[in-house]
């Protein structure tokens, strides 16, 4: 057993989704068996209306989407159209999805970014 495995398996979810990233050393297969429901590269949230992504780097590509890391860990909390939801930033508990809908209806009331609805082919 991996040591990962019992933390992942500590974290009380439903579903585990990990979006890969620079420390991610094993493959999505075992990550899998560990505890997670699923494992991407990169995952579009049509219900939420954004992105999730592990680097930042990727937020510059439309800086009127939402997108959703991790990566920074806890430098920010939100930062011109990115929120990062390592648990990191938010004192080691995952961010609900009513949080993250109310920090999106406040971007877009402000103009950081727009309302978006998934086409579905949203590529990275």
Request: proline residues 2%; glycine residues 4%.
């Amino acid at each position: 057993m991996y040591q990962i495995e019992q933390w992942i398996r500590a974290i009380n979810c439903k579903r585990k989704i990990l979006i890969l990233g620079n420390h991610d050393v094993l493959n999505a297969i075992d990550y899998v068996k560990i505890g997670f429901w699923s494992v991407h590269t990169h995952l579009e949230l049509p219900r939420l209306g954004a992105i999730c992504v592990h680097d930042t780097a990727a937020a510059i590509m439309n800086r009127k989407l939402l997108f959703i890391c991790g990566h920074v860990h806890d430098q920010y909390r939100v930062c011109k159209n990115v929120l990062n939801v390592c648990l990191d930033a938010w004192n080691l508990f995952p961010i609900s999805e009513r949080k993250v809908l109310k920090i999106k209806q406040d971007l877009i009331n402000n103009g950081t970014i727009n309302d978006y609805k998934s086409t579905g082919d949203f590529i990275l």
